[in-house]
């Protein structure tokens, strides 16, 4: 399949029509239906009619997985293309975690606009993988993690830490105490991550040492589901602090002890040279850490 053939078959197929594709691709349904005809020359048969639908067969299935990964590797290309061509005028891409791209991202943008920086950026909101997948492909300038890497091919530099936190009701018993410990919540149902992930796994360690078995009732990957539930007076949750928990109504953040840390990260590609560019968004954004609210209260 050449690059035509590939964006007709995922458009048919994601489509299930030949009208609705052609007008996706901007081409006439004659011409996709053409071009569908040749590429089923060299495949064999791909798509059935039933009932005024495209329907995909067994072969197009088995395809499909395939075919997307070339799709993605072919706009990888065109967009590489377009960045060096562009090279003076190329955006720095960054990959961040979304506590830290709710904490940070919004404030470097404001300096960007209000002229304090001289920037381009493009800002991916990704599981930390992706990110160090993406960082050693060379698809993204900079990561910002919650997570060291282990890897020889990228760098990490701690810049700060936050540390998580209890976000309760405001009209829970807890929310008038200046701190929450551990054993404060022991009858308490508890929002926070799955312990087969890292976060999860370092609150269930220090749950374990104080003595109090962490199960909660409500799992989580992403901290920002954590809110909805304790504005429903559902449960406290244990979370990061980094994220501006301060924008939810209803909610009361404070410190959790023993304190359970975590680091906030530059992550690079080891073995690609630090532009100008970057060493100043790098500047930037440790500054805007450095003056960053309080992570056990929020303020």
């Given at each position: 399949?050449n690059?035509?053939?590939i964006?007709?078959?995922?458009?048919?197929?994601?489509?299930?029509?030949?009208?609705?594709?052609?007008?996706?691709?901007?081409v006439?349904?004659?011409?996709?239906?053409?071009?569908?005809?040749?590429t089923?020359?060299?495949?064999?048969?791909?798509?059935?009619?039933?009932?005024?639908?495209?329907v995909?067969?067994?072969?197009?299935?088995?395809?499909?997985?395939?075919?997307?990964?070339?799709?993605e590797?072919?706009?990888r290309?065109?967009?590489?293309?377009?960045?060096?061509?562009?090279?003076?005028?190329?955006?720095?891409?960054?990959?961040?975690?979304?506590?830290?791209?709710?904490?940070?991202?919004?404030?470097?943008?404001?300096?960007?606009?209000?002229g304090?920086?001289?920037?381009?950026?493009?800002?991916a909101?990704?599981?930390?993988?992706?990110?160090?997948?993406?960082?050693?492909?060379?698809?993204?300038?900079?990561?910002l993690?919650m997570?060291?890497?282990?890897?020889?091919?990228?760098?990490?530099?701690?810049?700060?830490?936050?540390?998580?936190?209890?976000?309760?009701?405001?009209?829970h018993?807890?929310?008038?105490?200046?701190?929450?410990?551990?054993?404060?919540?022991?009858?308490?149902?508890?929002?926070?991550?799955?312990?087969?992930?890292?976060?999860?796994?370092?609150?269930?360690?220090?749950?374990?040492?104080?003595?109090?078995?962490?199960?909660?009732?409500?799992?989580?990957?992403?901290?920002?589901?954590?809110?909805?539930?304790?504005?429903?007076?559902?449960?406290?949750?244990?979370?990061?602090?980094?994220?501006?928990?301060?924008?939810?109504?209803?909610?009361?953040?404070?410190?959790l002890?023993?304190?359970i840390?975590?680091?906030?990260?530059?992550?690079?590609?080891?073995?690609?040279?630090?532009?100008?560019?970057?060493?100043?968004?790098?500047?930037?954004?440790?500054?805007i850490?450095?003056d960053?609210?309080?992570?056990?209260?929020?303020?």
């Open positions: 399949m690059s035509r053939q964006e007709a078959f995922r458009a048919i197929l994601h489509y299930g029509t030949l009208t609705r594709a052609a007008e996706v691709l901007n006439s349904q004659s011409a996709l239906s053409q071009l569908l005809l040749r089923e020359d060299q495949t064999g048969p791909l798509f059935e009619r039933v009932k005024g639908r495209l995909p067969t067994a072969l197009a299935r088995r395809l499909s997985p395939e075919v997307d990964r070339t799709y590797d072919l706009e290309l065109r967009k590489l293309i377009l960045d060096l061509r562009d090279a003076d005028t190329a955006p720095i891409r960054i990959g961040a975690s979304s506590p830290l791209m709710l904490a940070y991202v919004p404030i470097l943008m404001r300096m960007i606009n209000d304090e920086l001289d920037l381009r950026i493009e800002v909101v990704n599981p930390v993988a992706t990110i160090y997948a993406n960082l050693g492909k060379g698809e993204y300038d900079l990561g993690t997570m060291p890497s282990s890897t020889f091919d990228l760098q990490t530099e701690v810049i700060g830490q936050t540390e998580m936190v209890c976000l309760l009701h405001e009209d018993p807890l929310a008038e105490r200046d701190t929450i410990s551990i054993a404060d919540l022991k009858d308490q149902p508890i929002i926070s991550y799955r312990p087969s992930i890292e976060f999860g796994a370092a609150i269930a360690r220090t749950f374990r040492i104080e003595g109090v078995d962490y199960r909660p009732v409500f799992e989580v990957d992403l901290s920002i589901a954590a809110p909805v539930f304790v504005q429903q007076a559902l449960g406290v949750a244990v979370v990061e602090g980094a994220s501006p928990w301060w924008r939810f109504v209803g909610i009361r953040q404070r410190p002890v023993p304190r840390t975590m680091p906030i990260c530059f992550v690079t590609n080891a073995h690609t040279r630090t532009s100008s560019d970057v060493e100043a968004l790098e500047m930037a954004l440790r500054r850490v450095n960053a609210p309080d992570t056990g209260t929020g303020r």
